[in-house]
C-alpha cells in the first residue's frame, strides 16, 4: 500500500462598509488567527527545526492510503489551499463545506472520524509570512491554554497538523459569529438581557487575557462566536404594526446566551511604545489613534460591541481618522484638553488651537453629515432599551472614557451594577 507524505508536528506536551459581508475569519492583514485552547505541539522546536520556512524532511505516516487522499493541487496564486467537497484532509478528516476565508486562509467543516463529530478547520496559505504568523500564535495559544479551564470564554483547539506546506488547526465547532447572527436579522437589535449576559462573558474572557498580561486588540461582533446555532422566532414589538403574518413582523432571538471569543492572530503582550496601529476601525479606542496603547484598547472595543448589540449598527461607521474623533466627540462630548495635549505628532494634524480640527478639516460635506446624524449616547441608548437603560448608559460611560487610564477596567466593569443583574441563560 502506497502512502502519502505528511509533515508530522512532534508533540511534547500539550475598514470595510459595516453592512459588507464580513466572515468572523476576518484578520488585519499579516496575522492569522486562530483560537484559544488546550496546548498542543511544541512550537519552540518546530520553529528551531526550520519548519516555519517549509524546510522540513517529510515523514511517512502509517495507515494514511494514497487511495483515500485527493489528488495533489496546485495552490492558487494567492496561496490558497484547494480542495473539493468531499476530499479528505489526510486520513483522519473529511470536508463537509467550506465555512469562511480571510486574509488567513479558509475554514472548512470536516468530519473527524476519530472522535465521530464535525470540527472546524483553519487551513492557512501557504506563504512563508502565514505560515509564521500561524506559529506564533499557536505559541500565544499555547500560554492561553495553560490557564484556561474552560470558563474563560475562548474557542478550544483540538489539534494542529502541517499539511502539503499549509498549517491546519483543527477547534471545537461552534455557532455563527454575533455579526453573522445580526446580519441574518436584519441588523436587529438584542433583548437587553440577552446583551447583559453577552458582555458579562466577553468581559470575563477579556480580564483573563489582561490577567495573563495578553491583549487581544481585535475584538469585534465577527470575533465573537455563539456556542450554539439554535434560535427562537418573538414578535418584534417594534414592528407591531405589521401583521403577525408578515415575516419582519418577527425577530430572531439566540436560545443560548453563551458564547466564545476566536481569533487571538493580534494579541500582543503587554510591552512599552505599542504605537502601532490596531483594532478594526470601528471598535478602534481613540489612543490608538495618536497616544500609544495597552488593556484599556480592549475596554473601549467592549464598549462598541455593546452598543452594537443594542442597536443593531456599529456605532461608528466611518473610514478616516479625524471623522473618527468627531464621530467620537459628537456622541460622547468633546475630548479633554489634557488628552489633546499628549497626542503624538501623526495625530497632531487632527489637532489645532488646543481642540479638534473640526469641522473646518472635514473632508466633505458628506463627512460632516455622517457626523452630524449622529445622537448622544445616552439618546441613542434611550431609543433601543427600555429597561436598565440607565444601568446600561453608565457602564457605557465607564467602558468609553477617551482617556485610557480613567476607563474601567475588566474586572472593575464586571462588578458594575448593570451586569450585576445577570441571570444565566446558557
Known sequence: MELEHVTVIPITHLDQPRKRARFGWDVPQAQVGIFCGQEVGNVASYASSGAISGHTSSLFVKGVAQNGSPPWREDDKDGHYMFALGDNLT???????????????????????????????????????????????????????????????????????????HICIVFEKLGPSLYDFLRKNNYRSFPIDLVREIGRQLLECVAFMHDLRMIHTDLKPENILLVSSDYVKVPDYKNSSRSPKDISYYKRVPKSSAIKVIDFGS?????????????????????????????????????????????????????????????????????????????????????????????EGAASRESMKAVLKLPRLQNLVMQHVDQSAGDLIHLLQGLLRYDPLDRLTAREALRHPFLAKVQHRR
Open 267 to 359: 494579541t500582543t503582550y503587554e510591552r512599552q511604545d505599542q504605537n502601532y496601529i490596531v483594532s478594526t476601525r470601528h471598535y478602534r479606542a481613540p489612543e490608538v489613534i495618536g497616544l500609544g496603547w495597552s488593556y484599556p484598547c480592549d475596554i473601549w472595543s467592549v464598549g462598541c460591541i455593546l452598543v452594537e448589540l443594542c442597536t443593531g449598527e456599529a456605532l461608528f461607521q466611518t473610514h478616516e481618522n479625524l471623522e473618527h474623533l468627531a464621530m467620537m466627540e459628537r456622541v460622547l462630548g468633546p475630548i479633554p484638553q489634557h488628552v489633546l495635549k499628549r497626542v503624538d505628532r501623526h495625530a497632531g494634524k487632527y489637532v489645532r488651537r488646543g481642540r479638534l480640527d473640526w469641522p
Open 91 to 165: 486520513s483522519r478528516y473529511k470536508i463537509h463545506s467550506k465555512m469562511g476565508e480571510g486574509t488567513f486562509g479558509q475554514v472548512l467543516e470536516c468530519w473527524d472520524r476519530e472522535r465521530k463529530e464535525m470540527v472546524a478547520i483553519k487551513i492557512v496559505r501557504g506563504i512563508k509570512k502565514y505560515r509564521e504568523a500561524a506559529m506564533i500564535e499557536i505559541e500565544v495559544l499555547q500560554h492561553l491554554g495553560k490557564h484556561d479551564k474552560g470558563s474563560n470564554r475562548c474557542v478550544q483547539i483540538r489539534n494542529w497538523f502541517d499539511y502539503r506546506n
